[in-house]
């Protein structure tokens, strides 16, 4: 099985780089001539972000779990929408994880794991088509949101997989729905949710806003060289020390260590990163990659845990995590340890081994 994988992207790669190679030399052949003529700009070009504030970036930005960004994200949904509610893919169908704005004492929202009926329209998502819906569509139905008037559904991407869908609507007299505004903030939400997995080991800067850098009162005004008094030399040489014989002409000094030669070993964030530490960081993602397969299968997870069958059950979940362990883990941490197992049985099994099978 490996060696029929290995096959296939060997093959696969090849064919890109001939269809780049097209692309570069006779693009004609292959891209429509009508794609290389300028396309007019639109009289009215939308707003910068679909009217979505820096602020409404920053906070995704600074979410510290995959829960939060995407409860985050149907908050800031509301903003352009009545209702919103994200649509995850299970077994094959999609189910609601969790909604905002919808009223449950009229009855909108049936319980949590409700699943979507197949259609066209979730097909098209599935390939990664956001879809407009109108009044009385299946989709709004089977959400007890027979009242809105309008609605969206958008592709959720997190690592170039369609993993779910943003559902978001409108009901008369309750605003407007932007329907490109709820894609973009879908789009961000994948951006942070993908990056969140690479922030454990390879920390990186939040998005801030901009500093004010101090500057110079106009009354000060800069010292030149000629304002620098010159250095005073010493009237005579400065005596040796008569018990240490100076080096002989064209003689090489000795090696000194770090400490005699005035240097210090690098510290703080310069430091080498230890042996300890890296192992501590593939630990971490390890958990982190067994979590967000428990976050989206939380039903699986506990349905196999009752019946020992988990590995059956996510095996393409828990495959895809292996791969992308062995990817940003070195291989000489990963020896004599498997911290993605460990993990795999602490997070999805709870500790017995016999349900991860």
Request: with cysteine; aromatic share 4%; charged share 30%.
């Amino acid at each position: 099985m490996k060696g029929e994988l290995e096959r296939l992207r060997f093959e696969t790669d090849r064919r890109w780089d001939e269809l780049l190679a097209r692309l570069t030399d006779r693009p004609e052949e292959i891209v429509p001539e009508e794609l290389f003529r300028p396309s007019p700009s639109p009289a009215n070009p939308p707003g910068p972000l679909a009217g979505i504030s820096p602020e409404t970036v920053r906070r995704l930005d600074a979410a510290g779990t995959q829960i939060a960004a995407l409860t985050l994200l149907l908050e800031e949904c509301l903003r352009h929408a009545s209702r919103a509610a994200l649509l995850v893919e299970r077994r094959g169908r999609l189910e609601v994880w969790k909604a905002a704005g919808f009223d449950h004492e009229r009855g909108h929202l049936k319980p949590r794991g409700v699943a979507i009926e197949e259609s066209s329209s979730l097909d098209r998502v599935r390939a990664g088509f956001p879809q407009r819906l109108g009044a009385g569509n299946a989709v709004s139905s089977a959400l007890g949101a027979d009242d809105a008037t309008a609605a969206v559904l958008v592709p959720f991407v997190v690592r170039e997989k369609v993993s779910g869908a943003v559902y978001a609507d409108v009901v008369a007299g309750r605003g407007r729905l932007d329907a490109d505004a709820v894609a973009m903030l879908t789009w961000l939400a994948g951006l942070v949710l993908d990056r969140l997995a690479r922030r454990k080991l390879v920390p990186s800067p939040a998005l801030r806003e901009p500093e004010v850098a101090p500057s110079v009162a106009r009354d000060e005004t800069p010292p030149s060289f000629a304002s620098i008094p010159p250095r005073v030399e010493p009237a005579a040489p400065l005596p040796r020390d008569d018990g240490v014989p100076a080096p002989a002409p064209g003689a090489t000094p000795a090696s000194t260590g770090p400490a005699e030669k005035g240097e210090r070993p690098l510290g703080g964030p310069l430091a080498p990163r230890g042996e300890d530490e890296r192992r501590e960081d593939a630990r971490r993602f390890a958990r982190l990659l067994a979590s967000e397969i428990k976050l989206y299968n939380e039903r699986e997870v506990s349905e196999g845990r009752n019946r020992g069958d988990l590995y059956e059950r996510l095996k393409s979940d828990i495959e895809r995590g292996r791969r992308l362990y062995e990817e940003r883990v070195p291989s000489e941490v990963r020896e004599g340890k498997d911290y993605y197992y460990e993990e795999l049985l602490d997070v999805l099994a709870g500790g017995r081994p016999e349900a991860l099978r």
